[in-house]
């Protein structure tokens, strides 16, 4: 038998005996209630020796504004969310050693259930479900840095978020209105967008049963989220429509551009609605989970050209500054689009309860893209504003389903845990003619990309308290990958190829120690090894090469991590300061790069390939001061520096020495929150990040334009009061001092805000 047949069967029997076991129920009082996150597996002790930093859903109301979940760990040290818009679907988060296009390096749970889409490894497709949690259900949010705890899948190389909702004790319930509006002036574009958030829930306990149901609604409307370039001619010419308003700028690598107008500018409504019910053993607590996120996106275009009567013109042959400029239908089409999503997020997870010398743990959780269909035209602007031949795009049958069991035991000053998981991601990626873009029947197939990936995996980790001061902590996991099934099409140019099945078992050992005095002080030195396996997207994507479509690398290699991490903390006056020295070294780094496509040749494509070495060092400083200057005032920040290098690059030689893409060399916080009374709190904080490099030659010298990643440092502002015992109010601004960056896309200027809340 196979490990990934006996994992998936031995997660499945450890689900079925502990629902067995549930059945004769007992009276339980809601004071013995336990709150378990099913994927977060504790002993009775730390579940994992990394650090960790935390935010409190209190802290969280306070001093963000939070209209969607991922806003709340914008400020935690070395985190950076590269959030385009309210509502944005495409949101990943970058680490201190990981960066935006690297989304399958960090795991993000919400209450045990994955929202990392391990689909891929990128910022678009593979982004974070982040949508299927409401920032005011949240209880708190954990970051755990690193690849240290066994208990943990390779994909923790950047670390762990986990996010834990709040459990109803008795009758309870809220409601939430919140809005917000940007002016954003960039080329030609001058207009506000504005956004509305209205969310309610209820949860009741009543003895062993609780129940908590909530639903969320969002509209927004974005900046451009793109704009329409062309390379500029290298000679002048007289023919072609003469237009005007358009702008002269340069790329990313320097070269001379013209700007022709925006795209992406999109109105999204989002609907999502969550039941967590719960239900209390003597021995055991168990959750079951459902929510549905459902989202309907239009996106539009807006061109800056001008005929010689004042025409929008949007494609041929378009003279400006005495160059005549080639911008295809696409240009513009492309940033007029369509989405229509529903997905299904489910988990049920089983933990024990009580104080005796075994705890267990076990959980099953499944996310289906139940409807997911983008539409797009494929004929030229404004014609298509109204129909047209267009494309449907179709990732219905995509979702990962996990399995996870796990059992720990205290033995005197030791605490023994190990554990089993299985899970399986697949990907249906379908792509089809239409005669009408907006609301046609699919037509012929052309293009097609399938595949799932399985990992099933064995952990064991041991942490034996020394003696008062000291603490080791030793573990392992073993991890057995197989990716299967892969099939790639397309009808021009001809491509029907069936992918060679890969598979790969992989051993991480993890190791920490940890000493603390008795005047307070903390050392720890941790070692962790990971590995990330390629995903389906990394595996079977698709390029374009002129004529002929091929897939260029079905047989990516995992990649290796070797990470450690040296910290020491101390605490001051209730607060605290930690300082950590990490290293990283990642052998085989899965990263898309400029290379070859066939031996030999002299022509550049860029797709993911395994690269020989990068090496990521660093030092992060953390401190928390609490009534600093004076009562009421607190003060916490961050500053990470790092050195991001690629050492070695057989494929590609300008890429060696060079900064790995997606890292700042310097990143920092400063959040200061004044409380003058227990209702009033005024927050200002400050967010600041390095420019980046997106090529792995870093050949992207030009920061500020379309695709380049600007530096930024940008302030924001919130005061909330509290009313009364049920009504709260706050109003914030985003982007105070309106910094114009990009992080490949325009990002919001000044964005105000204002909400109310209704609690009882």
């Not at 991001?644 to 929150?673: N, R, S, Y």
């Amino acid at each position: 038998m196979s490990l990934h047949r006996f994992m998936a069967l031995a997660s499945s029997a450890s689900l079925a005996v502990l629902a067995a076991t549930a059945l004769p129920a007992a009276a339980q009082t809601p004071s013995d209630v336990t709150t378990v996150d099913s994927l977060i597996i504790s002993a009775g002790a730390r579940a994992t020796p990394a650090t960790q930093e935390t935010v409190t859903g209190e802290d969280i109301s306070q001093t963000v504004n939070a209209i969607n979940v991922e806003d709340t760990v914008k400020y935690l040290p070395s985190l950076i969310v590269r959030k385009r818009h309210i509502g944005d679907t495409q949101a990943p988060l970058a680490t201190r050693t990981s960066g935006l296009g690297a989304s399958a390096r960090t795991l993000i749970f919400a209450d045990g259930v994955l929202l990392s889409a391990l689909i891929g490894n990128n910022n678009s497709t593979a982004s974070p479900r982040w949508s299927m949690v409401y920032p005011e259900e949240i209880a708190s949010v954990d970051f755990l840095y690193g690849p240290f705890s066994a208990a943990y899948a390779g994909n923790s190389i950047g670390g762990v978020l986990n996010i834990r909702t709040r459990t109803p004790q008795r009758l309870e319930g809220s409601i939430r209105a919140a809005g917000s509006m940007q002016r954003f002036a960039q080329y030609g574009t001058d207009d506000s967008y504005g956004a509305g958030q209205l969310s309610a829930s209820i949860g009741d306990r009543r003895d062993n049963l609780w129940f908590r149901l909530s639903g969320n609604v969002v509209e927004s409307n974005s900046q451009p989220l793109s704009y329409v370039t062309v390379a500029r001619p290298g000679s002048t010419s007289a023919s072609g429509t003469v237009v005007t308003g358009s702008f002269a700028e340069v790329n990313r690598t320097n070269s001379p551009i013209a700007v022709f107008g925006a795209g992406g500018l999109e109105h999204q409504l989002q609907t999502n609605v969550k039941l967590r019910v719960g239900y209390d053993l003597p021995f055991a607590s168990a959750i079951y989970s459902i929510g549905r996120f459902g989202n309907a996106t239009d996106s539009h275009v807006e061109t800056y050209a001008r005929d010689a009567a004042g025409q929008p013109v949007y494609s041929g042959t378009l003279n400006f500054d005495g160059r005549a400029y080639s911008v295809a239908a696409s240009a513009f089409s492309n940033g007029t689009y369509s989405f229509d999503e529903g997905h299904i997020m489910q988990s049920l997870s089983m933990a024990s309860r009580g104080d005796g010398p075994w705890t267990w743990n076990a959980s099953a959780s499944l996310y289906d893209y139940q409807k997911d269909v983008q539409r797009t035209p494929t004929t030229a602007i404004p014609g298509a504003l109204v129909g047209g031949a267009g494309t449907i795009l179709r990732m219905d049958g995509t979702g990962w389903r996990g399995l996870d069991a796990s059992a720990s035991r205290k033995i005197g000053d030791q605490a023994l845990s190990f554990g089993a998981h299985d899970d399986k991601v697949e990907l249906a990626s379908s792509k089809y003619a239409t005669p009408n873009w907006i609301d046609g029947a699919a037509g012929a197939l052309t293009q097609q990309s399938l595949g799932q990936t399985r990992t099933s995996a064995l952990w064991a980790q041991d942490a034996l308290n020394v003696n008062d001061n000291v603490k080791v902590t030793i573990g392992g996991r073993y991890e057995d990958w197989k990716a299967s099934n892969g099939f790639n099409f397309s009808s021009s140019p001809a491509l029907s190829v069936h992918q060679p099945e890969l598979s790969a078992g992989k051993v991480s050992p993890k190791a920490s120690v940890t000493w603390a005095s008795g005047s307070g002080w903390i050392l720890s030195g941790s070692y962790g090894e990971a590995y990330r396996f390629p995903t389906v997207q990394e595996l079977y994507q698709a390029i374009t090469t002129g004529a002929t479509l091929t897939v260029p690398n079905p047989t990516l290699r995992p990649e290796h991590a070797r990470s450690g991490e040296l910290a020491i903390e101390h605490p001051i006056d209730g607060g605290r300061v930690r300082l950590s020295l990490f290293d990283e070294r990642i052998t085989d780094a899965l990263i898309s790069q400029t290379a070859p496509l066939i031996p030999k040749s002299t022509t550049l494509f860029s797709y993911v390939q395994n690269i020989d070495r990068t090496h990521v060092r660093g030092v992060e400083l953390v401190a928390e001061l609490k009534d600093v200057l004076f009562k009421g005032f607190d003060l916490s920040g961050s500053a990470t520096w790092t050195d991001p290098v690629v050492e070695k690059d057989a494929a590609f030689a300008a890429a060696v020495g060079k900064q790995v893409p997606g890292i700042p060399k310097f990143k920092a916080t400063l959040v200061g929150t004044w409380r003058p009374t227990d209702r009033l709190s005024w927050t200002l904080a400050g967010r600041y990040s390095e420019r980046l490099y997106a090529s792995i030659d870093n050949s992207d010298v030009v920061t500020h334009t379309y695709q380049g990643f600007d530096p930024f440092f940008v302030v924001d502002t919130r005061v909330g009061y509290k009313i009364d015992a049920h009504w709260e109010a706050a109003l914030g601004i985003d982007n105070l001092g309106d910094r114009r960056y990009f992080l490949f896309h325009p990002f919001p200027g000044r964005t105000a805000m204002a909400e109310l809340n209704y609690k009882f």
